[in-house]
């Protein structure tokens, strides 16, 4: 945030605003003034970038993507969470439990091509939400995002959405794209393992008629 503004100089010292928030001692510090700092950064993963390989120059950045699209399509869990200890409670129950911390932490990538277009699967590890973007007429600088997929449920307990294999993909750790030729189905499909719920997901990934 720019420092200057009164609006963030407000939120330093709200704990329900940036005042709660893990920032680095070390980045940020003003040259002209090492006592105080020019600049804050915080810690985690809110997002992913697209770098050139050439030079490593930034090419592309998600931004606030993952929180703000998680807020508009799946606003009950919004940097919720599990931890040992939650499985009487509901995900809702950790609503905003990230924010002051490391956010989403967006995690895992997969890529692959679906109707002739290059898709990328982006996994969050806190949120356990799974994002999908395409390239805009295969222009890597303009990525386009298509959807949200989240398989928990909010309507009951950790352990009742676990009984009821209905937990989803709890930490999507790692993920794996099959293309629809190397499918047994015939059709694309997206392999997500769930390091915290011990799951393993088939999802077949579908084109729909306004792609």
């Known amino acids: 945030p720019n420092l200057k503004s009164e609006r963030a100089r407000r939120g330093l010292n709200l704990t329900n605003q940036l005042g709660c928030a893990v920032i680095s001692s070390l980045d940020g510090l003003d040259p002209l003034n090492p006592g105080k700092y020019s600049?804050?950064?915080?810690?985690?993963?809110?997002?992913?970038?697209?770098?050139?390989?050439?030079?490593?120059?930034?090419?592309?950045?998600s931004g606030d993507d993952m929180e703000r699209l998680t807020a508009k399509h799946y606003p009950?869990?919004?940097?919720?969470?599990?931890?040992?200890?939650f499985i009487n409670d509901t995900v809702a129950g950790a609503f905003d439990g990230r924010?002051?911390?490391?956010?989403?932490?967006?995690?895992?990538?997969?890529?692959?091509?679906?109707?002739?277009?290059?898709?990328f699967f982006v996994g969050n590890e806190r949120s356990s939400t799974i994002f999908l973007y395409t390239l805009a007429?295969?222009?890597?600088?303009?990525?386009?995002?298509?959807?949200?997929?989240?398989?928990?449920?909010?309507?009951?307990?950790?352990?009742q959405a676990y009984q009821d294999r209905s937990v989803g993909d709890v930490d999507p750790e790692d993920m794996r794209f099959v293309s629809a030729s190397d499918s047994p189905t015939d059709s694309p499909l997206l392999l997500v393992v769930g390091t915290v719920s011990g799951t393993v997901s088939v999802y077949e990934v579908v084109q729909t008629k306004d792609e």
């Open 39 to 61: 600049s804050i950064h915080l810690f985690g993963g809110r997002g992913f970038s697209v770098w050139d390989a050439e030079d490593l120059s930034l090419v592309w950045d």
């Open 99 to 119: 924010s002051c911390k490391k956010g989403p932490e967006t995690e895992s990538l997969a890529i692959g091509s679906v109707g002739g277009k290059t898709v």
């Open 137 to 159: 007429d295969e222009d890597i600088v303009n990525l386009v995002f298509e959807s949200i997929h989240w398989s928990g449920r909010t309507d009951m307990t950790w352990g």
């Open 76 to 85: 009950r869990i919004f940097n919720s969470y599990y931890e040992n200890g």
